[in-house]
């Protein structure tokens, strides 16, 4: 890998997203507005004397799943305009390896799922006072894995769709079925079998449990170390599964 390639790469990428408006929007603006409607939610429940609130349970896994549902389809489209303009084709007649474009697609989306993080956590604990037990530097690593597992899976779901209107046709195969079953809704024990066994299997289910994980206990634990090395794993797992897509010539 040439690191010099895939920074040059990174920084192509950084240089389009900053002249779009609308995409800097979607990913720094649109998850802390997402949030913002959770709190308000919650706003006027009523709970007993030091009963935490929901949006402190529920706000804080939203700041794993807006970043991981936000990037996904930014990735994928983004990621899809460059094969279907034949920018992508035309870099992959150049020396440049396959792995240094793509990790660097992928450095160039993580930066700006890093800044994602901090704008949404510092939002939830800021502006709506979140509070857990954990230390808040852990929910913006969650949220930046969250958020690049997105990106590592819209790079991956971009090679098999020929149109915008197609990549985010995989939300419902990919990404919903995650957010359905990650323990947001029921909790992963208390789900049937078959359902508990798929949701071991999905890398948002870790994500949930992590943050769960932080929001019960003032010190890292074990758990929490082990969400945060299965959520790693998945994430070069796709990569390497989405480098295999990059291909020198398109059909």
């Known amino acids: 890998m040439n690191v010099s390639m895939m920074w040059a790469t ?7 997203l900053r002249g779009d408006p609308r995409s800097i929007g979607l990913i720094l603006v649109v998850p802390a507005l997402l949030l913002a409607l959770v ?3 919650y706003q006027n429940e009523t709970l007993p004397p030091g009963m935490p609130r929901t949006f402190d349970r529920v706000g804080l896994m939203m700041l794993g799943i807006f970043p991981f549902v936000v990037m996904f389809l930014v990735t994928s489209i983004t990621m899809l305009r460059e094969r279907t303009s034949g920018t992508l084709e035309r870099l992959l007649t150049t020396p440049i390896h396959k792995a240094d474009l ?4 992928a450095l160039a989306f993580s930066i700006m799922a ?15 006072g979140m509070k857990i037990e954990g230390n ?9 894995l969250t958020a690049v597992l997105g990106v590592a899976l819209g790079l991956l779901c971009s090679a098999f769709a020929a149109t915008e209107f197609q990549a985010v046709q995989f939300m419902p195969v990919v990404v919903i079925p995650q957010i359905l079953l990650c323990g947001l809704f029921v909790a992963r024990d208390q789900m049937n079998g078959v359902l508990h066994a798929i949701s071991n299997v999905l890398p948002l289910s870790y994500a949930v449990d992590g943050l769960q994980q932080v929001a019960a206990n003032a010190d890292p634990t074990a758990d929490l ?5 299965v959520i ?14 990059l291909r020198r010539r398109t059909a």
């Open 102 to 105: 793509l990790f660097g697609y």
């Open 225 to 229: 170390a082990r969400d945060l090395v």
């Open 39 to 41: 709190y308000w939610l």
């Open 136 to 144: 808040a530097g852990w929910v913006v690593l969650i949220s930046v």
């Open 10 to 16: 990174s920084r192509r990428v950084l240089g389009q």
């Open 232 to 245: 790693a794993s998945f994430v070069v797992v796709v990569l390497l599964l989405a480098s295999l897509t």
């Open 114 to 128: 890093a800044l994602q993080a901090l704008v949404a956590t510092g939002t939830a604990y800021w502006v709506f």
